[in-house]
């Protein structure tokens, strides 16, 4: 029997087999490819290029271009007179004479091929195969000891990938790359060297980035990690520095750094993750009803050519573990995470060492050597092309607002750019939506003046008693990428170059501020109206909590089609839940009741979910704040018989703008401002809200209190802005202020003030509030502040009434009567600066 008769006999024979035990998942999609198939002329042929020789790997490949109607990999390739007996193409050729200079002779013969018959093209589509990367299926750790990594495997260990994971098998096409072109470029690029050199190494430097994408770089174990750290220059002259200035022993600083690189490096594992992917797959069933996401393909297209950060917001200690499992879960490399050292306990910290985890210092409290060590070890990551993961809110939101940017790893991300990296680094923005939390209770508490609670062992298994309860879908959505050579060149810092220690010039802070606010941006920009938090904006800003079931479904259709209309971004997702369906979820979920009052079925809050649901209502409050500041000037001069003109309102809104805008990190920027507003002022007069020719109150009692209704949401933040500059011009000159001063007294005022009927949110001042409302003044140089004093401009008061003498006067009178304190309060305030 001929060879080549006995091949298609073995061939068939284990496509039967195949058939009949592999179920292959195809990651991505080969709709591109289809349609490039489609497009194509009998002078372009089709050929499929395989990283290793794999007879299994073939025919599954072969099985999934017939099932989408690819060309098969076994059908003959013609070029004019030429023919190939098939379609595919085996970068390393089992060959007992292999060398680093042996190229595959089917290659060479293509490319020979080509050059005599310069019409004729061949598009080449490498096909990444791997056995056991896919986590649906695995339920051992037998399994995970033997998925693919980076080595080769041979016919045993293909032989148990195939009995192991038979419903476990991962397959990506690629996109298709012209041999012509790459011919092309190897003449241009390397003249004096075969074409199939620069082709082998152009298809090897495509597989690595895929596989590198879907397992992550090939790592080396911790401990040689750490030796090599040790070594590098960096750290050693960190440690003689160490040694001068401490006055302690090099062997003394040699420990301390070699102790600080064991608490801070990571320990992945493998088979870590893939016990933890069992282990929250059990969760997730327990915990949600199902976890939402959205725009990964974003993220697994950029993963091939850039260094992936994934700069998420951080509402939960669950974010950790959700980000990991979305992303190991669609067939990327989980990233490894800065986590506060805090996080590092018994048990606990180990598992998420073992996951990627490094453990980083709330504060580097000058420390050089720790600073110089963490750099370097981040350096590393980087150099490596690791994927990573940081907040850059720092902590976790108690309010639900974003918090202002924590600077200190986005600032050490591109201060290591700097001294040079392999990739283009692209910050994925990640916004997670919850309908309820599991550290709700210690919010609760904290949001009622409790200390915030110490992580604990205790505590997280305390919190693990509650996956019986139902805590709702929760979402995922990948935001618009941040491109740091983008922002870099923006500032002209793109050919700075940095070494460890170095100070950063004002072009590369300026990137680190820029990046840092787009950041932010985007991750309100990819927000998820979710049912709850859309229901709990409607119902914390009506009287009492509470609304006749007929005017909440009203008002929810209200705000869907306010959405759809003034969309705040196109990646914003909005619940697909009608109104109708959206009470009967809250209900489900407990966070609202229904109640008869005088026969008149009610829908209101539930009395232990009014601060928690202000939590989710201010996850999507951005998306209203400008709409809302709108309805609240239009509101305000009709109450005291005022004209507004468009211009009027314009000037106004520019006024309070950058204040919103640092608060809520808005997506528009002054000079777009203008058209918005238009755009919100069109579709008032189109509800029939307002008058086209002077913004006057339509009339109609029901448009009328559509638009108060609307206008209710911008009250919180004004009222916070009108106290905050009022304590400034009342008591800055009387005692010393600084930020924690005016946070208790804004806090004591509010706390007063929260029994008047003006005050009919939930909504919670924080500390963020007040630093961003603060950085804004700075930033307008309407004051000046450092860690002990605030001194205002001489411009202050007259900016101040011509930016807010517009607002309730009630309000100005209220908290005014409010801020009223007695010699020994001020006195107590003092203390709490010391």
């Known amino acids: 029997m001929s060879n080549k008769r006995y091949s298609q006999l073995y061939r068939n024979f284990t496509k039967k087999i195949l058939d009949k035990i592999v179920t292959p998942q195809v990651l991505g999609t080969t709709a591109e490819l289809e349609h490039r198939v489609a497009q194509s002329s009998e002078k372009t042929q089709f050929c499929y290029v395989l990283q290793d020789a794999s007879l299994s790997n073939t025919v599954l490949i072969d099985q999934q271009t017939q099932s989408r109607g690819l060309p098969s990999v076994y059908a003959p390739l013609n070029i004019a007179e ?51 990367r896919s986590p649906e299926y695995e339920d051992s750790w037998f399994k995970a000891l033997f998925a693919d990594a980076w080595s080769t495997p041979n016919k045993l260990k293909q032989t148990i990938n195939i009995s192991l994971y038979s419903r476990d098998n991962y397959i990506e096409f690629h996109k298709a790359i012209s041999l012509r072109q790459l011919i092309e470029q190897a003449t241009q690029q390397q003249p004096h060297l075969s074409p ?81 992917e069992l282990a929250l797959t059990k969760l997730w069933t327990q915990l949600y009803d199902g976890i939402e996401v959205h725009h990964f393909d974003t993220v697994r297209e950029l ?76 350096h590393s990551l980087l150099s490596r092309n690791t994927p990573l993961e940081y907040f850059i809110e720092g902590g976790r939101s108690r309010t639900g607002l974003l918090l202002p940017p924590k600077k200190g790893m986005l600032s050490m991300t591109i201060q290591s750019h700097l001294r040079g990296a392999t990739k283009p680094i692209a910050f994925i923005p990640t916004y997670f939506g919850y309908e309820k939390l599991i550290e709700g209770t210690s919010y609760l508490n904290e949001l009622n003046g409790k200390p915030k609670e110490a992580e604990s062992l205790w ?21 618009e990428p941040v491109f740091l050579d983008d922002v870099l060149t923006a500032n002209q810092a793109r050919d700075v170059k940095l070494n460890i220690n170095d100070e950063l010039p004002t072009s590369v802070i300026h990137t680190v501020d820029h990046t840092a606010h787009a950041i932010l941006e985007n991750i309100n920009k990819a927000v998820v109206i979710n049912p709850i938090a859309l229901i709990s904006l409607i119902l914390l800003n009506a009287d009492q909590h509470a609304l006749k079931q007929d005017e ?23 619940t697909g839940l009608n109104p109708q369906e959206i009470i009967e979820y809250a209900l489900k979920l407990k966070q609202v ?84 507003i238009e755009k919100i002022v069109a579709y008032f007069i189109q509800q029939n809200w307002v008058t086209e020719a002077n913004l006057q109150l339509q009339p109609n009692p029901a448009t009328q209190h559509e638009l108060y209704a609307l206008a209710e949401l911008a009250k919180p933040s004004l009222n916070n802005f009108v106290l905050i500059q009022g304590l400034l011009q009342r008591y800055s000159a009387h005692i010393p202020l600084n930020l924690k001063v005016l946070e208790k007294m804004t806090k004591t005022v509010l706390q007063r003030a929260a029994d008047s009927a003006q005050f009919k949110s939930a909504y919670y001042f924080d500390s963020a509030t007040l630093k961003s409302f603060i950085s804004s003044l700075d930033q307008q140089a309407l004051l000046q502040h450092n860690a002990t004093q605030i001194s205002l401009d001489d411009t202050f008061s007259a900016k101040m009434s011509e930016y807010f003498a517009w607002y ?23 203390q709490v600066k010391k």
């Not at 009395?607 to 209203?624: A, D, G, R, V």
């Open 552 to 574: 909440l479904l009203a008002r929810i259709e209200q705000y869907r089609r306010l959405l759809k209309q003034l969309c705040y971004d196109p990646r914003m997702i909005i």
């Open 593 to 676: 009741e229904r109640y008869n009052q005088d026969g008149v079925e009610q829908i209101r809050v539930a009395e232990s979910q009014k601060i928690l649901l202000s939590y989710f209502s201010n996850n999507i409050l951005h998306c209203f704040i400008l709409p809302a500041c709108v309805a609240l000037i239009v509101q305000q001069f009709n109450e005291q018989n005022l004209a507004l003109s468009c211009a009027d309102l314009m000037q106004k809104l520019q006024a309070i703008y950058p204040y919103l805008k640092q608060e809520f990190f808005l997506a528009w920027t002054v000079q777009e401002l203008s058209q918005e």
């Open 82 to 132: 030429h023919q190939e007996d098939d379609s595919i193409l085996v970068l390393r050729e089992k060959n007992p004479q292999h060398s680093a200079y042996h190229y595959s002779a089917k290659l060479i013969r293509l490319i020979e091929t080509l050059e005599q018959h310069p019409e004729h093209d061949v598009l080449l589509v490498p096909v990444t195969v791997l056995w056991g």
């Open 196 to 276: 199939a050199h620069f082709i082998e190494q152009h298809l090897e430097h495509n597989f690595n980035q895929h596989k590198e994408a879907i397992l992550g770089p090939d790592l080396s174990d911790r401990r040689n990690l750490i030796h090599a750290l040790m070594k590098s220059e960096a750290v050693q002259q960190a440690i003689r520095k160490e040694s001068i200035e401490q006055k302690v022993s090099m062997f003394e600083a040699e420990n301390r750094a070699k102790s600080y690189l064991t608490e801070i490096v990571s320990d992945f594992s493998y088979s870590t993750l893939r016990f933890a």
């Open 808 to 830: 309730n006067p009630e309000i100005h009178e209220l908290l005014a009567a409010s801020s009223e304190f007695s010699e020994k309060e001020l006195k107590s305030f003092e």
């Open 303 to 378: 993963a091939k050519d850039y260094e992936i950060v994934y700069t998420p917001c951080h509402r939960s200690h669950i974010d950790y573990l959700l980000l990991s499992y979305v992303i190991f879960n669609r067939g990327l490399m989980v990233p490894h995470i800065a986590a506060g050292i805090n996080l590092n306990l018994p048990i606990v910290g180990q598992l998420m060492r073992g996951a990627g985890a490094y453990f980083i210092r709330r504060t580097f409290s000058g420390n050089e050597l720790y600073t110089s060590v963490f750099k370097e070890y981040l």
């Open 459 to 479: 505590g997280i298994l305390n919190s693990a008693r509650k996956i019986e309860k139902v805590f709702g879908q929760v979402y995922v959505n990948f935001g």
